[in-house]
């Protein structure tokens, strides 16, 4: 839709610019299904793990702790592949903004480019922020 | 107002915890399957199915909602951008505001008392009842202008925001008064990070009412959207302990279950009968969530 939509407001010289569009459009689709398929995975392998440890999800959880994340997995233990499991479900969507840039960048559209841009400044604020306040 | 809790220590497939996963997943699986069937996300049920039915703190329940809100998205996306409906460059544009009012409404949600935040929820939920209650089955579409109408403005700044909202439209419709969206979104996205939920409920009538987008993409560019409101929300939960793992995981996985149940039987399904069904939930749940807030 938006690839003829670029067709009917730009230039014929433009077709490069809508080309680029769509394959933009479809490199980020397969990244949301691959992404979100990733992790619900990795949370479905934690809630296993949860269940044969006979966690009770309403008890206390474990503090988000990304430094223990590679022993966590390494010892089969939930809590790392629930944290990241989680650290991948609010990356997906950055990581979607991350690839547009890349392609609004390559096809010369300078406009979304730095609209993509700003939106993975806000979101790396909002990790600066939340961690100062978090120390 | 019930809650599972342990009868002494922690064992291999403790009957509770057992119970307690699979009722997470069951709440989310309804949640997911009603949001998808009626086009919300499914915060507007997680956020009540955690604080009224499981005893959960408000803030906790926001926290792992702004997860399934994600959830929601990814799956939905995805497959709304491979059909070419959602409006990749318009939903990118709006979502640098929404992104903005959600990092604010993050930290605010940590300010404000959480009965607040309760009563707020409860007249949430109360309008969303009354205007899915009074919808229409097809609601008309907006008139298409194919003019340039508002955005046929020649002169000074008029004529940048005129080629942008010329460069944000599509076949059949005209963006206009982009003004407008930015600040639905901006409202969107503090609405979001504050109460849990996708946003969509301001998004799609701006998108549609307002700015001239047919309902169909809004409600795409929409789901499109509320990955990126919901996740600067869901950061700074994140890193400041606001998301509980344990509670977080089951239920997204519900949700995730669910909403793909629900794009798969969409057409199967009566939308009327559970229109007025999810209206006497919500209205139900809205007076619960009152009465928690001022008891």
Partial sequence: MNGDGLKSHHPPSDLAVAVDEMSIERVVARLLTVGTYAFVALLAVGTALMVVGGVQPLGASPRFDPSRIGDDIAHLRAAGFLSLGLIAVVATPAGRVLVSLIGYARGGERLMAVISALILAVIALSVALAQGFAA | ?295
């Fill in chain 2, 1 to 295: 107002m019930w809650r599972f809790h342990a009868e002494g220590g922690r064992g291999p497939l403790q009957a509770n915890g057992v119970i307690e996963v699979l009722l997470l997943i069951g709440g989310g699986v309804a949640a997911g399957l009603f949001g998808s069937l009626l086009g919300l996300g499914g915060g507007i049920l997680i956020v009540p199915l955690l604080t009224l039915g499981f005893g959960l703190p408000l803030i906790t329940a926001v926290g792992v909602s702004l997860v399934c809100v994600i959830v929601t998205s990814g799956a939905a996306a995805g497959v709304y951008l491979e059909r070419r409906v959602a409006n990749l460059r318009l939903g990118m544009t709006l979502e640098l505001f929404t992104a903005i009012g959600a990092l604010t409404g993050g930290f605010i949600a940590f300010l404000v008392p959480e009965r607040f935040l309760e009563l707020l929820f409860a007249a949430l939920l109360g309008y969303v009842g009354l205007t899915i209650g009074r919808r229409r089955d097809a609601d008309p579409e907006p008139e298409i202008d194919t003019s340039g109408g508002a955005s046929g403005r020649a002169d000074g700044a008029g004529n940048s925001v005129a080629a942008l909202e010329a460069r944000l439209s599509a076949p059949g419709y005209r963006v206009r008064r982009l003004g407008f969206g930015v600040a639905g979104s901006l409202v969107a996205g503090v609405v979001s990070a504050l109460l849990g939920i996708g946003g969509g409920l301001v998004k799609v009538p701006v998108m549609h009412v307002v700015m001239g987008v047919p309902l169909r993409v809004a409600t795409a560019t929409s789901n499109l959207m509320i990955g990126i409101t919901a996740s600067a929300g869901a950061i700074v939960y994140l890193l400041r302990g606001g998301i509980e793992p344990y509670v977080a995981a089951p239920t997204a996985i519900g949700v995730f279950l669910g909403a793909t149940l629900g794009s798969r039987t969409a057409h199967r399904i009566d939308l009327r009968v559970l229109r007025g069904l999810f209206v006497v939930i919500l209205l139900y749940t809205a007076v619960q969530m009152l009465l928690r807030g001022l008891s």
